[in-house]
């Protein structure tokens, strides 16, 4: 099979015949074999009953049915267990992505070579409340995840060869930065290609700004350091503990010797607890102590949970 398509959605019951449309003579006018997967992430409307009479007329759309609402991370990871196609393509429900991207997508990954193509919307329809928290998200995913040429991280459409979507682990919120799951993964081969971003024509986004703005960065935080010590938390955390308890360790010694010092000398010695920097010097020690211990837990805490990614699916098609 050709191509994959995976589309999360949450209540998009308007745009799915559209969408499903535009897919279909796009696929069709290119020659390709394809399926379309729909992956229903608790929709509260009709949408689970537009997608089982878009099946029930079109063989080549496939199903998913979470019994809640679990988010886009959840449904991307269902959708990518899912798929079957050489060339894996995701876009957004509500046709602000294109169909007519998937052709020139697909070349990129099967004639150029590349891993993974990400759509950039240079001119975006979005209010304000979504681009500006987009655009410091973006620069600061290019600075951490060492992906230079990327403008849009979080953007829907975007297509991997089939290898990269079995080799990462989408749970969260981390769709924002597949890109750099992907490049943690191996796959290196990374480039973006300019698309064109459609105004809303159904509804309302699903997708809060400034919430995106907090959430994003912690969850960059969290794939920096699990690409850069997840393996290894002894690495940082004992090294931390170390230099924290052997500062404390110094500092005390320090004040021992100016105890001792003016004991040898016949002069009145201050007493060691009256001088704050001791109580700064246990402290640090105790921290210290503290870190190391952690670094030990990290490394013994495995970092795939088992069970982190089951969700309950209500039925497939």
Known sequence: MDIS???????????????HTWLKSVMEAHGFTYEIIFIND???????EVIQKLRQTDSYVRGIKFRRNYGKSPALFCGF?????????TMDADLQDSPDEVPELYRMITEDGYDLVSGYKQKRYDPLSKTIPTKLFNATARKVSGIPNLHDFNCGLKA????????IEVYGEMHRYIPYLAKNAGFGKIAEKVVQHQARK?????FGGWNRFVNGYLDLLTLWFMGSFGRKPMHVFGFLGSVMFFLGFAAVVAVGAIKLKAICSGTPAPLVTNSPYFYIALTMMLLGTQL??????GELISQNAEGRNNYQIETEI
């Open 42 to 48: 608790g929709s509260t409307d009709n949408s689970w």
């Open 160 to 167: 991997y060869r089939r290898e990269v979507v079995k080799n």
């Open 292 to 297: 190391f211990v952690a670094g030990f837990l």
């Open 81 to 89: 267990r899912a798929a079957q196609g050489d060339v894996v393509i």
């Open 202 to 206: 159904h509804g309302k986004t699903k």
């Open 5 to 19: 398509v995976v589309v999360p959605l949450f209540n998009e019951a308007e745009s799915l015949p559209e969408l």
